[in-house]
């Protein structure tokens, strides 16, 4: 009687061994272009990644009962992820090869609830300030009218990517 939902992912390490090797655009891209796969976590919550420039990323959503918390709504931590996803990517995108990032803190407010009535929402990440060793971005969950439903920052930190064994 219950729902059930079936999906797949590629082996992530394909990506991560081509992400040492390109630089943070082309690996974004080539992702985007389905070229490599992504990573298991679009799979998990059904999410794409729609656009990719410089500084800057688009991942969208279309919510499903999958997402929902136990009050009918969709959970925090999607919205975080998808928060997440956007302000970091948005900092990988600025990335040259040999560099790498990792999200130091996520700061969500959330601001509207989203059901399965809310249609597609997408999460838009922008690079406020990129320096050597930290950078700071923005993400912003919007729907379809461009309402925002929840807003996030994050600190992630640079550092190189040790040179491929071999």
Partial sequence: MGRIRTYQWEDPAVTAEVAGRVSGMELLREMRAGRIPGPPI????????????????????????????????????????????????????????????????????????????????????????AGRRTALAEAKLVDEADRLLAHATSSCMLFPVPPAQG
């Fill in 42 to 129: 679009l799979a998990t919550l059904d999410f794409t990644l729609d656009e990719v420039e410089s500084g800057r990323v688009v991942f969208s959503l279309t919510p499903g009962e999958e997402h929902y918390n136990p009050i009918g709504s969709v959970h925090g931590g999607v919205y975080a992820t998808l928060l997440d996803s956007a302000a970091g990517c948005a900092v990988h995108s600025t990335l040259p090869v040999g560099m790498a990032y990792t999200s130091l803190d996520l700061n969500v407010k959330f601001l509207r609830r989203i059901t399965v009535d809310t249609g597609r929402v997408r999460a838009i990440g922008t690079v406020v300030n």
